[in-house]
């Protein structure tokens, strides 16, 4: 007989009967050297014929290439000499054109690795070749591109062209921007679209031309160099919108911008192992991204170097470092990191310099942070005047969900107010302008909840009930913040996660399946945010307590002692199970006969929980270590 374990749950229980080159000469008459990386890193703000507006200038893309060239030579073995930067006025057409098809062929040999990096606008013209069902061809935007006229865009197919000029196979192109796609977006004033604000309708139609640019026109190939011998990775699928989005800065400090796509692929860049590939690292860029709750999917093309090591060269071994951030002394016992909140690093840090001492963080801003030595003496500098600082144990950030309810009425902002006055992790806020994670609007007849993308999270029809709706679904965005941000910046070991065989959508009453696996010896924890956003300990449970999970050796849940299944159920949307690893099993009481669920409460939990099994540093106690434990996540849906 089949029985069913009782738990408000979205998944339920259900049970069963090189740094830079060096020559050598090749003895006939040509100097050879062993093989390079080469990097041309564009990112526009100020577009020279558009202003400060929406469609027009942007605000993070400048940042996103200079975070790009970091990570590459700090982490990545890239010689500062080898990467070329175009920013801004810079970017012109003319430039980049040089810049792929001079420079790069003029020092790039066979075997070598190119890496193109574009962050600024895209956009559309009219197809000339007749190859786009929707007579359109997609370009990036230079910094002289001009809203009536094609003759400074980029077409894909041009830089196609280009790229296979570059004498390698190793070249790979990412790009943070869109060209047609919009979605289901809102103006906020925390978002600006990648797409260049143009009327495709009103450029010159080359001959031939006989359709029409329509507005609700979905591209589903988007921007195709047609070159085989390119890895491409997209901001965001076609028929989506790339966003230059607002962040939140440290501890109520001034937010900043970047590409919402760059922002999170940077960080995995820092935080991936030597031996990562691009998918793996492409892969976890798309979870954080939807952890983190924005509405765009990356795309990258089917290639041979998808699962190759990130930025390998022929015959040598990942020039990754182990992750460090650079560091210049300020003073006789403080340090100057170079690097900020853009790569999560907090107040109340601890970092480690290469001879021990430690140092912990007191004040960041987006791109840097100061640290004071509490342990230890600087040491001597690198020829290159600076020091390596090892982010060693972390400070979590408790920052609130900010939630922005100016376009509410009077009487349905003091009944939230109310309802909410209670809850963990939240915080009201009512000036138009007033950054915030989210942002609750109202229509004639409905009342929505915004991302800081513009992305729809919830829909609420108007009605009594609508203050208690709302504080429902902002307690579960407080426990969904929470747990994305249970991450650990720099994993001493892998732990990987998948979903039944490597699928993630699932329909309802369809069987669901974990299986995790360590390096290491530990304590596996699984906890699910369901599409409905409680939180639930799947792993472990009433009837499977022991959680040990052996180094190389696969966990699957549930397991067959538990003798039930996991079935995906109502309501339909996104969920995410995270998976933690520990060197002692969490603290976490199970409810008897059931899974133990709940809300923000028992986020906080958890996460309270994650840090007294981690341990503390002895030098800042507020702040965990991160050599005792890793995480992984998978981010499902549940259809109909």
């Known amino acids: 007989m089949r029985r069913y374990v009782k738990a408000a749950v979205v998944l339920a229980l259900v049970p069963l009967a090189a740094f830079g080159p060096a020559d050598r000469n090749s003895g006939v008459g040509v100097v050879e050297r062993a093989p390079a990386r080469w990097a041309l890193i564009v990112g526009i703000n100020d577009y020279i014929n558009f202003t400060d507006e929406p469609g027009g200038d942007l605000r993070g893309a400048v940042r996103d290439a200079q975070a790009t060239r ?50 600024g606008h895209g956009s559309q013209v009219w197809d000339e070749n007749g190859d786009e069902d929707d007579g359109l061809d997609e370009t990036i935007a230079p910094a002289d591109v001009r809203a009536d006229s094609p003759e400074y865009d980029i077409v894909d197919e041009q830089l196609g062209e280009w790229l ?164 210049t002394l300020a003073g006789n016992n403080t340090v100057e990191l170079a690097g900020g909140d853009a790569l999560g690093i907090t107040e109340g840090s601890v970092f480690q310099l290469e001879n021990g001492a430690q140092a912990i963080v007191e004040s960041v801003s987006a791109t840097s942070a100061r640290a004071r030595i509490v342990s230890g003496a600087p040491g001597s500098v690198g020829p290159d005047g600076a020091l390596k600082a090892r982010l060693v144990a972390y400070r979590f950030s408790e920052e609130p969900l900010r939630v922005n309810i100016a376009g509410l009425d009077t009487q349905t902002r003091g009944a939230l107010t109310q309802r909410i006055r209670s809850a963990p992790g939240l915080t009201l806020v009512d000036g138009a302008d007033e950054f915030a994670h989210l942002l609750v609007r109202r229509s004639a007849d409905a009342v929505r909840v915004l991302g800081l993308d513009g992305a729809t999270r919830h829909t609420f029809s108007l009605g009594p009930d609508l203050a208690t709706q709302l504080a429902a679904a902002l307690g579960q965005e407080a426990a969904a913040k929470r ?71 696969a966990l699957v849940f549930p397991s067959e002692s538990m003798e039930s299944e996991v079935q995906a159920m109502p309501p339909t949307g996104r969920g995410i199970v995270r998976a933690l690893v520990t060197s002692r099993p969490l603290d976490i009481p199970l409810t008897q006969g059931e899974l133990t669920s709940g809300d923000a409460l028992l986020a906080d939990r958890i996460a ?18 991160l050599d005792t434990w890793a995480g992984a996540s998978v981010v499902y849906r549940i259809e109909k």
Not at 506 to 527: K, N, P, Q
Not at 608 to 625: I, N, T, Y
Request: hydrophobic residues 40%; negative net charge.
């Open 164 to 327: 296979r000029r570059i004498p390698t196979s190793n070249v790979v192109f990412i790009h943070d921007n869109c060209h047609a796609g919009t979605g289901t977006r809102a103006a906020t004033p925390f978002a600006r679209l990648r797409l260049l604000h143009r009327d495709v309708n009103r450029l010159p139609q080359p001959p031939g031309v006989s359709r029409r640019a329509l507005p609700d026109q979905i591209d589903r190939v988007g921007f195709n160099t047609g070159s085989e011998t390119v890895l491409e990775l997209a901001a965001t699928r076609p028929e989506q919108a790339a966003v230059d989005a607002q962040f939140p800065g440290p501890e109520g400090s001034e937010p900043y911008y970047g590409g919402a796509f760059t922002t999170f692929f940077v960080r995995q860049l820092w935080m991936a192992p030597a031996s990562a590939t691009y998918e793996s690292v492409f892969e976890s860029t798309k979870q954080a991204l939807e952890r983190a709750r924005f509405d765009q999917m990356p795309t990258m093309n089917e290639h041979p170097l998808r699962s190759a090591p990130l930025f390998h060269l022929e015959g040598s071994a990942s020039a990754a470092a182990r992750p460090f951030i650079p560091a």
């Open 483 to 553: 747990l994305a941000e249970m991450e650990n910046l720099v994993q001493p070991f892998q732990v990987e996660a998948s979903l039944s065989g490597g699928k993630t959508s699932f329909g309802i009453g369809e069987s669901v399946t974990f299986r995790a696996r360590s390096e290491h010896d530990g304590y596996l924890t699984l906890v699910d945010l369901g599409t409905d956003g409680t939180v639930t300990v799947l792993f472990p449970n009433p009837w499977d307590k022991d959680n040990r999970i052996r180094a190389g050796q």
């Open 608 to 625: 309270q929980a994650l840090k007294d099994a981690a341990g503390r540093s002895e030098v800042a106690p507020d702040a965990v270590r």
């Open 70 to 119: 970091d990570v590459l030579v700090y982490r990545w073995g890239f010689p500062p000499e080898n990467i070329h930067l175009l920013l801004d006025g810079a970017a012109t057409r003319d430039a980049i054109r040089a810049q792929l098809t001079e420079w790069l062929p003029s020092v790039v040999q066979s075997g070598d690795q190119v890496l193109f990096f574009f962050a």
